[in-house]
């Protein structure tokens, strides 16, 4: 017991060095502009550690970057709710950074 106790801690600290790593990564690629290749890496971290505001509150950022570039209306209207959801998702998931979440939500007007 004691032994599989310790292969779940030993998982559980692998996982979150890994979403550190994603959104660590994630944020170098934002720095640069290269905000199709964050979201990716947003997303896998999401994936890992759903409901995690910061990571939400990211998420929405890059949707958001990407309707600038988007070709079509219908585009960046899909883009423009993916950045409205995941802000939403963000201060819902931690209702005490909501001036961070709203920030984010006034970007996207």
Do not use: W
Not at 5 to 21: D, H, K, M, P, Y
Not at 78 to 101: C, F, H, I, M, S
Request: hydrophobic share 40%.
């Amino acid at each position: 017991m004691k032994a599989l106790a310790f292969i779940l801690i030993c998982v559980s600290t692998l996982c979150a060095q890994r979403v550190e790593e994603l959104v660590t990564a994630g944020d170098a690629l934002d720095e640069k502009n290269r905000n199709s290749e964050a979201l990716s890496l947003y997303l896998k971290a999401d994936a890992q550690k759903q409901n995690d505001d910061e990571i939400l509150r990211r998420l929405s950022k890059q949707h958001a970057q990407l309707m600038l570039d988007a070709k079509s209306a219908s585009e960046k209207r899909q883009l423009g709710e993916k950045a409205l959801d995941a802000a939403q998702r963000a201060v819902t998931a931690n209702p005490d950074n909501k001036q961070r979440a709203r920030a984010t939500l006034k970007e996207l007007q």
